[in-house]
């Protein structure tokens, strides 16, 4: 894996190989993801067969200023620049009505594109060196653990990838919110580290239901996702002989204690995940965390990688 560390010449090094459309893993905030041109049809392809990823499952397009969003889409709407406004640069996506600019492999042939600017200087760097918006979805196998530093990546899918930029790890660790702005009112399609009620709050305005018609319209709505290679079991307690991830002190070495705030809780998940993972217990069990509204996107991941496969 060639991981470089964030010096000016190494992102001027993979902002040259994402023009020539080879792909680069970048940090976020959230996790690393597998970055594409995402105005080369040929290179967003790449990421979809790198990753094993369904075409039907759009992309996310990241930016790094609001200038770079105008060309990606035919109208920002009112809601649209107050959440920009108010969240980013961070962790919360948008969907807005896309512009012929953003090729339909991007948007799984949907009129609409999903579009954040992240929270992290050498993605936002990175962004402005290559001097186009980026596809990038989690630098992973479609479905499996994402990666929160970059020797999570897996080494498999490190041989598709030009270069690794290493920006250490992550300090949301969950995945962004999206939220459609094409409904009326706007819905979470995905929750993610940008809380449902910071949102409402934003807009002033109660989000809606997602319908039936707009399942798997956005990446992470698959019924299994983020999950490690061994299972996972969500318990309202942990066998104490047993590997897993508790609240209260730990029972033996293959345990790990959680905080007991969200945001914590949610900064540290996958890394937890993946050291588990990496010591093959035959399963790797969950204490239920017993919070309210500011756990859903936790939750929301822990009841998804604990689905059947």
Not at 12 to 40: H, K, S
Not at 234 to 242: G, K, N, S
Not at 254 to 281: F, N, S, T
Request: proline share 12%.
């Amino acid at each position: 894996m060639n991981i470089l560390e964030p010096t000016d010449e190494n992102i001027a090094l993979a902002a040259d190989a994402l023009r020539r459309g080879l792909l680069v893993a970048m940090p976020t905030e959230t996790v690393y993801g597998v970055a594409a041109d995402a105005t080369n049809r040929e290179a967003v392809r790449k990421v979809f067969d790198l990753k094993g990823r369904p075409p039907e499952n759009p992309l996310i397009v990241h930016v790094a200023t609001f200038e770079q969003v105008l060309p990606l889409v035919r109208e920002v709407p009112p809601m649209a620049r107050v959440l920009a406004d108010r969240f980013w640069p961070g962790p919360l996506t948008l969907v807005l009505p896309k512009s012929d600019l953003v090729p339909p492999e991007v948007t799984a042939g949907l009129d609409t594109v999903a579009i954040r600017m992240p929270k992290h200087p050498v993605a936002l760097s990175l962004i402005l060196a290559a001097g186009r918006p980026l596809a990038a979805p989690s630098a992973n196998p479609f479905t499996q653990l994402s990666p929160t530093r970059a020797e999570h990546i897996d080494p498999e899918l490190a041989k598709g990838i030009a270069h690794v930029l290493d920006g250490g790890p992550c300090f949301v660790g969950l995945e962004s919110t999206v939220v459609d702005l094409t409904m009326n009112p706007p819905a979470i399609l995905r929750p993610g580290g940008v809380s449902r009620g910071d949102i409402q709050a934003a807009l002033g305005v109660p989000l809606g239901q997602i319908p039936s018609a707009k399942m798997r319209t956005s990446p992470g709505m698959y019924p299994r996702h983020y999950a490690p290679r061994v299972p996972v079991r969500l318990v309202e307690c942990v066998p104490p002989e047993a590997a897993g991830l508790v609240l209260g002190p730990a029972a033996n070495a293959m345990q790990i204690r959680m905080p007991r705030d969200a945001v914590a809780y949610a900064c540290a998940l996958y890394d937890a995940l993946h050291r588990l993972d990496l010591q093959e217990p035959t399963t790797i069990y969950v204490e239920r965390p017993d919070g309210g509204p500011e756990w859903e996107a936790v939750v929301d991941r822990l009841v998804k990688a604990s689905t059947p496969g």
